[in-house]
């Protein structure tokens, strides 16, 4: 009788173990095709990129989806969502829309940048209120290099310290630069605080005044009325009574 029973309890833990196997690879089945499913069906196929235009699209995508299981929709939400996306050079925010399973919008804020100063290799780049934004090795395009000033130390996230007397004018100017979408390489002050704009092979003399916006203004319009070559423009004793200007050619 003892016997039996044991052997009787003996079949049924055998008969718990086997249902316990079938469950957990019955688990391990369904976890394996959830994985496939999700690999096949929610892979990132399709990007769109809403920048001010001053990285590529594919720049963008390459700094923005670094990572591997960015190659699918919802990982790259889950993984921004907990770790954030990483900083980007002139960049104030990167924000994204899941348009569909297969498909994200990235929406990117960029900088307004006016200009950047160089100190021991480095370019320091600062908005409209001379407020240093970046710090990259070499000059970003389209960004005036302003050179002849002392800024001291400089700290990302603050206003350049510097005793500069123009500094407030300075700013002013890039203002109008900006507004005027005139692409200037380099603004360059010397010992007294003339100003000379480097605008291609052009140079631009503006001196040292309280506004530039009838200089400025103008600008464009007076460069186009020469024809091909380099040019010195001289705009030093321009006012509202003396719109004349000279220009001489130069060899580069």
Do not use: H, W
Request: charged share 30%; aromatic share 12%; hydrophobic share 40%.
């Amino acid at each position: 009788m003892f016997q039996n029973r044991y052997r009787g309890k003996g079949k049924a833990m055998s008969e718990v173990k086997r249902i316990k196997r079938i469950v957990i690879f019955s688990i391990i089945a369904l976890f394996i095709v959830l994985i496939i499913t999700f690999l096949a069906f929610f892979r990132l196929e399709k990007v769109e990129v809403v920048s001010g235009g001053y990285y590529t699209d594919t720049e963008i995508k390459d700094m923005v989806l670094n990572k591997v299981t960015d190659r699918y929709t919802y990982l790259f939400a889950l993984r921004s969502k907990l770790l954030g996306i990483d900083p980007i050079p002139f960049v104030e925010k990167v924000d994204y829309e899941i348009i569909d399973k297969n498909t994200i919008k990235i929406f990117v804020y960029e900088r307004k940048i006016a200009g950047c100063v160089n100190v021991m290799g480095k370019y320091f780049c600062f908005d409209r209120e001379g407020t240093v934004t970046d710090s990259v090795d070499s000059k970003p395009q389209d960004v005036a290099l302003v050179t002849g000033i002392d800024v001291g130390d400089l700290v990302i996230g603050q206003k350049i310290d510097t005793d500069f007397d123009s500094f407030d004018g300075l700013m002013g100017l890039v203002t109008l630069i900006t507004k005027n979408e005139i692409k200037v390489q380099e603004i360059s002050y010397d010992f007294r605080g003339n100003i000379t704009l480097f605008i291609d092979d052009d140079e631009v003399l503006i001196g040292k005044k309280d506004s530039y916006d009838l200089e400025i203004n103008n600008l464009s319009n007076i460069m186009k009325t020469m024809g091909e070559g380099a040019f010195r423009f001289d705009l030093r004793y321009m006012d509202s009574e003396n719109m004349s200007v000279t220009a001489k050619q130069i060899d580069k």
